[in-house]
């Protein structure tokens, strides 16, 4: 499986971004996808995660609970990021993962597979 991020950009604060992970096979479905990001001079964290479809859940790192949303596409191979109400902190390189399962591991977990990263820029 290979993913690649896209849809990252420059935003105003306040403004709203929609990233997408795509993946190189034709469904997800049976994948735990997550979102994480790193901005400069930090360490990548967590930011969101999508269980399979077999259980459907979502998790969301304190620090976006309530202004991102992380869905699946009717395009069974892509999962979105909806972010709204971005502030200048969000400002970093976004990166989604996934690996086969069902349940997901926790916004600390390594995945197995990453994607190339998009940069979200946040500043007016």
């Known amino acids: 499986v290979q993913l690649q991020a896209s849809g990252g950009g420059l935003v105003q604060p306040g403004g709203s971004l929609r990233l997408s992970c795509t993946a190189s096979?034709?469904?997800?479905?049976?994948?735990?996808v997550a979102w994480y990001r790193q901005a400069p001079g930090k360490e990548r964290e967590g930011v969101s995660c999508?269980?399979?479809?077999?259980?459907?859940?979502?998790y969301y790192a304190n620090f976006v609970k309530g202004r991102f949303a992380i869905s699946r596409a009717d395009a069974k191979n892509t999962v979105y990021l909806q972010m709204n109400s971005l502030k200048p902190e969000d400002t970093a390189v976004y990166y989604c993962?996934?690996?086969?399962?069902?349940?997901?591991?926790?916004?600390?977990?390594?995945?197995?597979?990453w994607g190339q990263g998009t940069l979200v820029t946040v500043s007016s």
């Open positions: 096979v034709d469904t997800l479905d049976n994948f735990v």
């Open positions: 999508i269980s399979s479809t077999s259980d459907s859940n979502t």
């Open positions: 993962a996934t690996e086969p399962g069902i349940y997901c591991p926790g916004l600390r977990y390594e995945y197995i597979v």
